[in-house]
């Protein structure tokens, strides 16, 4: 009987099996060349190689980045449009032995969670983002990007880009490394074989820095979108080289440790700590005679709320959900309304 040897697998940070599509569980769903595959694999890698995949938490926004939940076989959150560095700075803070990962597209992170990324950035947030940059939205339809080319024509500027009316387009690597909290700033591309294990490296070593206690990483990714743009999948490789590398520099903008002064920190506890806290003072409770206050007996309890905005639905509806949290009760508040 012939032995053999396995040299190359699927990472073991990836589920076995995709159930994004019922006929294509082996595969990503990404259109034929997509540069989001190949992030894929060389996160996974990283964390597969070192040795974090269950103490990870990955947040994942609107476009197409948001299907990495079908993917990854770690922690995910998946949050609102540009709102990823906002999650991922409570998930760092409640939970700081974590590897908190943000996983942005250009549209998001670059436009409506412009805000977002440079206050976690110039906070020193220690999580890593990975910014996918294919110069255009993706999952909508092809309209400009905040990063879109120079003269480069989309669905919403069919003349193309012009500085005079929509302006330049925005280098986000350049603008955080102009802060003065980043400890890691990097851009590479998905252009060649060369340049793809170049960007293997910087992401492996944005999760490190992570791990080892550094600061905000963040990692620019040049990446192919042939469907949108309107090409086959080799050209979209060449037009990242010739147009997008020109534009958007590869380069390491900023590689130094900094030390944030820790002055007037306020108390901080984890969320193990706090769970423990609580877990000791209902046991304390429990033996001296007194009902804790979390231990309600009631089972089906309805409130209807008729109204229309305007009249007190949604405020109703939040004090509520406060009264429930005072009562320590587990509360979502999911308010929905329209314009």
Known sequence: MASYTITHEKSKSFFKVYERK?????????????????????????????????????????????????????????????????????????????????????????????????????RGEKITVFFVNNAIYGMTGGQMAPTTLVGQKSTTSPWGRRPVNEGFPLHMAELLSSLEAPVYIERVALSDNKNIMKARRAVRKALELQRDGAGFTFVEILSPCPTIWGKDPVDARKWVAEKMIPSFPLNVFRDKKIEIPNNNVPPHKTVAELIGEDGKKEEKAAGEGVVPRRQHHFRDLGIKIAGFGGQGVLLLGQLLAEMGMREGLEVSWLPSYGP
């Open 22 to 122: 019922a006929e294509l569980q082996h595969q990503t769903h990404y259109c034929p060349g997509c540069g989001h595959g190949v992030a894929h694999k060389l996160i996974a890698e990283a964390l597969e190689d070192l040795g974090v995949q269950n103490e990870t938490i990955l947040v994942s926004p609107v476009g197409c980045s948001v299907f990495a939940y079908y993917y990854f076989d770690v922690g995910n959150v998946q949050v609102a449009h540009g709102r990823a560095p906002a999650a991922a700075t409570g998930l760092k803070r409640a939970c700081p032995d974590k590897i908190v990962i943000a996983y942005q597209g250009d549209g998001d992170l670059a436009a409506i969670g412009t805000a977002e990324i440079i206050h976690a950035a110039n």
